[in-house]
């Protein structure tokens, strides 16, 4: 008979893009029947396995590994068979193996359905996010719907949180945005509830706003530009949300992802090429990134000119040359001031715009303020004229 968790610390731990889980006290993993398994020999593996969390949390991940396997190969038996080796797949994972992290954590909720449901339900979570990197929508998609058969074992980060996140992420990977909108309607009205305001883990915060506001943006096409533009939009205001926390790395990282989008927009448009009416199809992209910036701007509101440089910018800097890779919130609101300055500039040679409205928005192309044509009366032209004319 499977034993019962006595007592489960689910306190995480954001190291390094993944989420590390303490050390759970008790059988949780169901691998040894209650009275068979000697108290000593499960303190023993209880300090070892807090000794390769240890250098799991220092990014020791060599180290972390070697722990972690020897652990597994030395106690096959033991009440944290399954935390072991889902920390191992982590710990593969943050070296870049995905395919074999993959395997790692396919196996494990396999083998821990009904054993270990809680490992099962975050191993197929965390495989979902390798398929996710590894290019496999269909993976993904199926890790994602298997995780949440385990919503009632999971935190309610991953359940409530982190699964609709990956889901809305894939959603908008296959261009289904009213699905991606459901998703991030879950994770809206989960959010205040999971981290209220008062909340003391500004780490997991940070990691999951970011986790949903990743949208990748590095295969952009002319077909689905404005559709990828439009998705980016969407999300953008969890990567600033992410930001403002500052909590490390996570907060970096954000602010660096809205430099590196609007860069890699800024980019395309730029250089766009094509048979056609190339100049009005790249005009347009350009007003679109500069209306989407000033949706971004609008969103932080007073935050976003706090956060700017104090010294005075030029009107029409090239963004390619003003960006800073260390991912820092000034160097990166900088870069994006600068995107929005050059796009005006192209379009209107720095005219002021009109402000977005739901019109412009509609047209995906703002324009400039312009007077009011003059009324030129047409000319009259005397019949008589025309007699003997054969038109």
């Not at 590894?134 to 991953?158: H, I, K, Y």
């Not at 009205?189 to 943006?217: C, W």
């Not at 928005?361 to 400039?368: A, E, L």
Request: glycine share 6%; with cysteine.
């Amino acid at each position: 008979m499977r034993e019962v968790m006595r007592v489960i610390i689910v306190v995480m731990k954001s190291v390094a893009g993944t989420s590390v889980f303490a050390l759970v006290i008790g059988a949780c993993s169901g691998s040894a029947p209650r009275g068979q398994f000697d108290e000593k020999l499960k303190a023993v593996q209880e300090s070892e396995l807090r000794e390769a969390l240890q250098a799991s949390n220092e990014s020791n991940w060599l180290v972390a590994e070697d722990k972690l396997r020897k652990f597994l190969t030395q106690y096959p038996v033991s009440p944290f068979n399954s935390q072991a080796r889902y920390e191992l797949g982590l710990v593969v994972k943050s070296r870049g193996q995905m395919e074999q992290a993959a395997e790692i954590f396919k196996n494990l909720s396999e083998s821990a359905r009904s054993a270990a449901p809680l490992y099962a339900g975050l191993a197929l979570e965390r495989l979902a996010e390798c398929y996710e990197t590894l290019g496999d929508e269909l993976g993904m998609a199926s890790a994602l719907n298997d995780a949440e058969q385990f919503s009632e074992f999971l935190p309610r980060e991953v359940a409530e949180i982190e699964i609709p996140a990956r889901k809305a992420a894939l959603a908008l990977r296959r261009h289904h945005v009213e699905e991606a909108r459901r998703e991030i309607r879950r994770v809206d009205l989960a959010f205040p509830s999971i981290f209220p305001g008062n909340d003391v883990r500004p780490e997991d915060q940070a990691r999951i706003l970011y986790s949903i506001g990743a949208f990748p943006v590095d295969e952009l096409t002319a077909e689905h530009f404005f559709e990828a533009l439009s998705e980016n939009e969407e999300l953008q205001k969890y990567l600033w949300r992410a930001s403002q926390l500052q909590a490390a790395p996570w907060s970096q990282k954000a602010m660096e992802k809205l430099r590196t989008n609007y860069q890699t927009f800024f980019d395309f448009a730029d250089n766009f090429t094509d048979k056609g009416a190339v100049g009005d199809r790249r005009m347009k992209m350009l007003g679109s990134i500069l209306e989407s910036i000033q949706t971004l701007t609008a969103y932080a509101g007073s935050d976003w000119a706090a956060a700017r440089p104090p010294a005075a910018r030029p009107p029409a800097a090239t963004p390619a040359t003003a960006a800073t890779a260390t991912g820092d919130a000034t160097g990166s609101i900088e870069t994006i001031e600068k995107i929005k300055d050059q796009c005006r500039a192209e379009i209107w040679g720095g005219q002021p715009i009109t402000p977005v409205t739901p019109e412009s928005r509609g047209r995906k192309f703002p324009q400039r303020n312009k007077k009011p044509a003059k009324t030129v009366p047409k000319e009259t032209v005397d019949p008589n004229l025309l007699r003997g004319f054969t038109l």
